[in-house]
């Protein structure tokens, strides 16, 4: 079946540092790729997707290159802020636009002044 | 801007007792989804609708049931509420063909 592997966390970083968060995952065919996004708080929101391989998603700062090759979707900044501390969601949709996604199991970012 | 709302952000309901978690969205989207959140799982699908009057199972659909009479509203019940029901729970929506999902606040919703 589909699933998506990412480390639990927490990630720390001091403010303005770099970010790197791995996503590899498991489907069949060719899925479409996302991060989401958790503020405190807050329910999920879209922070960028990929729909095809070599795609890079990129939003807020945020990329990240769907790399078939490697089934990976690793999220990357180079300058993280305070403000960026979160929950960090890689997904996939396997559904062909129906919208059924499997998650991965969050990744919490701490950001320290 | 798109607007999910949950009937409530926090919730504590006895063991047995029948529980209701609203989900109302503004958007005519046709897709609606209840998720629970857990430590350690990540997000999981419970139900999902596409339409009025239509639903099907997620990945975790045991001891609970939905219903979407409108296409605004779905509703997830929890026909007898146990301690493992302890959890997150989210909702989102979306329009066919179309990627992104979006979410609600939550409900955290406690069962003693």
């Known amino acids: 079946g589909n699933s998506v592997t990412q480390m639990e966390g927490p990630v720390t970083l001091s403010e303005e540092a770099f970010l790197t968060i791995n996503c590899t995952y498991t489907a069949t065919g060719y899925p479409s790729l996302f991060w989401y996004v958790q503020y405190p708080g807050e329910g999920l929101q879209l922070l960028l997707k990929?729909?095809?391989?070599?795609d890079k998603g990129s939003n807020k700062g945020f990329e990240a290159t769907y790399r078939k090759e490697t089934t990976s979707f690793h999220l990357e900044k180079g300058s993280v802020q305070v403000s960026d501390s979160a929950v960090y969601f890689c997904?996939?949709?396997?559904?062909?636009?129906?919208?059924?996604?499997?998650f991965g199991i969050g990744t919490k970012l701490q950001v320290i002044p | 801007d798109v607007k999910v709302t949950q009937s409530s952000r926090y919730l504590v309901k006895r063991t047995g007792e029948k529980v209701f978690l609203e989900c109302v969205q503004d958007m005519d989207h046709e897709n609606m989804f209840w998720y629970r959140q857990d430590p350690g799982l990540g997000l999981r699908l419970i139900y999902f609708s596409y339409d009025v009057k239509m639903k099907e199972k997620g990945d975790i659909p045991e001891g609970y049931s939905v219903s979407r009479e409108k296409k605004e509203r779905f509703s997830l019940i929890l026909e007898s509420a146990s301690t493992n029901q302890t959890s997150m729970y989210l909702c989102a929506t979306g329009t066919g063909g179309a990627y992104t999902q979006y979410f609600g606040p939550g409900t955290r919703l406690t069962v003693l």
């Open positions: 990929a729909t095809k391989a070599d």
């Open positions: 997904a996939l949709d396997r559904s062909g636009g129906y919208q059924k996604v499997t």
